[in-house]
């Protein structure tokens, strides 16, 4: 059963949940830090603004605890820059061609915020929304359950639209992120968590980048994308490509390659099309190891895709947590439909319409071996 609990600033550590003033925007909204804390002693931290995880704490193969997590140290990075370190992602991530799509005969112009398509929902995003929030917990562990009111027109999308997404951080480490979202009128929906993630802990020797971690993506194909980031094509088979994870091997060792594909996407920042009987079953989509630390992380997913996003895009302008964060110093694992969506009819729709319900769920899972 769930029953709400209140929440007092500065509670001991040993309580599962505890909350303070993280920031104020510039238009006066308070964002609260959530700090949620397991069982075993690991330990997030999500801000309300863009339900944004800050800090995910666990221990290493010795025990040690270390922060696996990009992000920074105060609010205003996390409002002016993007790389959407740890967001909720929305009303559509990814990308739409054009910044533009017709649904039910009506075309929507969005704003173009990458080269000329939409990226992430558009400049204000989910990702830059303040989320109201309310804390419970149950036997698995505390939970977080966030609510944004997205309303018509937001970000030239139509409709209201009403979500909520739950975190609930269970006794075994596993973070557990269902969305839920409801509209009154016909809308493209795709959310996804937009963690960066280095197991080797923020700040160490080994973490510098990410190259050295070995990751599996169980997908026999990817969508091939033009120099734009945009599916084109049939769906590309991974064997014999530096796509090919489906054993597990190194990020660096094909990340350069000379293949077309790492030349549009600069390396890794794909759409893998995960192997699954139907797409709305719970799936392991991918598992990434790190030798030194041993930390492992397991994606499970009920959604189509997942973007794999090596991190090329930062360049060492960007400090939080103590460091610089070079080029390659995070992955994400972003599960979420196929990129364009809603211009490629061949993929599975993500159009939302009022009486329907749009649910998925998404574990990040993390342990050492
Ligand atoms: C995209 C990248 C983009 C990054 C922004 C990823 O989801 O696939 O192309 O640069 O988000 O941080």
Known sequence: MTTSITTTENTSANNAISQKLFGTTPAGEAVTEFTLTNNLGSKIKIITLGGIITEWHMRDKKGALADVVLGFDSLDPYLKVGPYFGAIIGRVGNRIANAQFTLDGETYQLTAN????NLHGGPQGFDKKVWSATTAQDANGPMLKLHLLSEDGDQGFPGNLNVTVTYQFTHKDELIV???ATTDKATPVNLTQHSYFNLAGI???????????KAQIFADHINAVNQAAIPVGEPMPVAGTPFDFRAPRLIGEFINADHEQIHN????DHNFIINQKTYKELTLAARVEEETSGRVLEVFTKEPGVQFYSGNFLDGSLTGKGVTYQKRSGFCLEPQHHPDSINQPQFPSIVLRPGEQYKTRTIFKLSVK
């Open 203 to 213: 700040g160490t020797e080994a973490g510098a980048t990410i190259l050295n971690h």
């Open 114 to 117: 990458n080269g000329t398509n």
């Open 265 to 268: 996407g600069l390396g890794y």
């Open 178 to 180: 269902d969305c839920v």
